[in-house]
Structure formats: C-alpha cells, structure tokens
C-alpha cells in the first residue's frame, strides 16, 4: 500500500501551540505518511456570504483535503470550557459542503491545554459536533495534557512518557483502522 494520508487539524492558530506540537508528535506515533496540515484561517461562517459567493476557497481546501485524507488527527485547545470558536467555524463550514466529505472518516481527537483537565470539556465538546457529522471516531484512552505548558521539552516533543505511550495507542490503532 503507498503512504497513508494523514490530516493534522489544530484548534489553535498560534504559531507556537502545543496543539500544533502535540500533532507533530501524533503524527510521528502514527508512523510513515504524508502529513496534511490543515488551516482553519478560515472567514467566519456567514449564510449570506455562503449565499452571494458560494463556499470559500479557502474551505473548499479543506474540504478536499479532509476528502483526499485516509486518518485525520485533530488537537484542540480548550478555552472558556469549551471548543474554540475557529474549530467550530471550519466544521461548520465543512458541513455546508455539497458532499459529506468527514462521513465515516477514521479520526481521533486529542487535546493540550494550561489547565490541570488537559481540555477535557472542549475534548468532549469537539467529539460531540463530530458525531453529528458522522465522523468514525476511535475510542480509547483520552489524550489530554494538562499544563501543557511545562510538558515539552526544546524541541516540541512530549516529555511525558505516560502521554507518549497513550498518544502511540491511540495513533497505532488509528493506522490500523485505515489497514
Ligand atoms: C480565550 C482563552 C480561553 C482559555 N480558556 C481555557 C480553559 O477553559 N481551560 C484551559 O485549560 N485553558 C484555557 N485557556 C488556556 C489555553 O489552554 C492555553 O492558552 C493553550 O496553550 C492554548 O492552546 P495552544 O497552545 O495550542 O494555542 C484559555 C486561553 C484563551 C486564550
């Protein structure tokens, strides 16, 4: 079989997110592939700009590249004790896209966040919007850091071997489910 595609989404924009290392991490426990990061700089969602002007490019890119994805690994942080408002905007607009391109798409969601439930509420928030889209979600044990903040070293990876070895787990059986 070629290299499996694999999309990375972050919940943060921030050039230095920990959801930005925490996928990086992901993606090398995940194994060979061709790594997809997403960018959810996206407009806000709108239906009278979606009505003048159709779907954006910008989200017509994801789109294609959630479609083009065999595994999607998705980090968000928490903020407020909930989703961050850019994650659910790309879902959003995603689900106002002609085809249902994350139905029955392997994926799993991770968080990274400064508080000590490592963004469990936003974690579980994320997990719920994706069940309406009829995401395939793999179970198993929750990756959640907490204090994310002191949890990787110079280089971005995870100090953590706990948190290694749960992230390998659950990207493992994410390659799995793709065969
Ligand atoms: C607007 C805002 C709200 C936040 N609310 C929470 C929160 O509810 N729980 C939490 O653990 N951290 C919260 N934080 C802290 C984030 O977890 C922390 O900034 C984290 O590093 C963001 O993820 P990133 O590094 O991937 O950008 C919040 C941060 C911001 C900017």
Known sequence: ?????????????????????????????FGDAEVVEADLALPLYDGDLEEAEGIPASVQMLASQIKGADAIVISSPEYNKGIPGVLKNALDWVSRVSEPVLKNKPTVVISAAAGRTGGETAQFM??????????????????????????????????????KETLSTRMQALRAEIG
């Open 126 to 163: 994320v997990l719920s919007c994706l069940t309406q889209l009829q995401v395939r979600l793999l179970p198993g044990p929750a990756v959640l850091i907490a204090a994310a903040m002191n949890e990787f070293d110079e280089s971005g990876a995870l100090k953590n071997v706990r948190y």
């Open 1 to 29: 079989m070629s290299k499996p595609t694999l999309l990375a989404i972050s919940g943060s924009l921030r050039k230095g997110s920990f959801n930005r290392m925490l996928l990086k991490e992901a993606a090398r426990a």
